[in-house]
């Protein structure tokens, strides 16, 4: 793994899928303001980007209906949601061996740190990473260029040690903004047309194949 230190990895359709908890509350946070949906799994789209940016986007809402949505979504997610998820089999193992071998971790979400840590501490997989690097409750950060830049220099990381893996455009935008290198995980919740078209510099299909290039050192 010569040349590659700093692992950085997204949360949602990256290490765990959330599909469950994510889209019943969002249909919770949209029955509360009399919009009806009653197949959740319609929902997935959420999964990933800011939550400000997903309400205005699929439902023309503006930022202060948008941020009434988030406030209504938080009702549920707070007391079901959070763990309503499923950590990807394999991805334990590989956080684990990375772990081990002393390269620095980090979690980057656009989800609240304190969201991201009480689901990281649950899954048993706190001492994996050095730390978790999410969002306060403002959903004032709507760029993974501004979670990463802000990583690299708050650890003096050097981005030409440090690869970020994730499952939608933000992740790849933010990586390739920010001059680290940038893994798509095209198990999660992006298309394989929406990584592509955000250039990354590798494309891996599973779980499996995330594990040969990190740990083959991006060979």
């Known amino acids: ?37 009653p197949d959740a799994g319609s929902l997935t789209p959420f999964i990933g980007p800011p939550l400000v940016e997903s309400y205005m986007n699929y439902y023309n ?13 938080r ?3 707070e007391e079901k949601g959070i763990f309503e998820n499923i950590v ?3 991805i334990p193992e590989l956080l684990f061996r990375l772990s081990d071998r002393g390269m620095n971790l980090f979690v980057l979400t656009f989800k609240p740190t304190v969201y991201s840590a009480r689901i990281i501490g649950h899954f ?42 994730g499952d939608r455009r933000h992740d790849i935008e933010g990586a390739r903004g920010c001059g680290v290198t940038a893994v798509a995980a095209g198990y999660g919740y992006g298309s394989r047309e929406e990584l592509m078209a955000a250039g990354p510099d590798y494309y891996v299909p599973n779980v499996s194949g995330l594990a040969s290039l990190l740990e083959g050192g991006l060979g």
């Open 1 to 37: 793994m010569e040349g590659i230190k700093n692992f950085l990895f997204d949360l949602d359709g990256t290490i765990s899928d959330p599909r469950q908890g994510i889209t019943e509350s969002v249909q919770y946070s949209l029955r509360m303001l009399g919009i009806d949906v």
């Open 124 to 165: 048993g997989l706190a001492r994996c990473f050095r730390s978790i690097e999410g969002t306060d409750m403002s959903e004032r950060v709507t760029s993974k260029v501004e979670l990463i830049a802000g990583a690299l220099e708050k650890f003096g990381l050097d981005k030409k040690e440090t690869v970020m893996t």
């Open 75 to 77: 009702e549920y997610f």
């Open 88 to 90: 990807y089999k394999g």
């Open 61 to 73: 809402f503006d930022r202060e209906k948008a941020l009434r949505a988030i406030g209504y979504y």
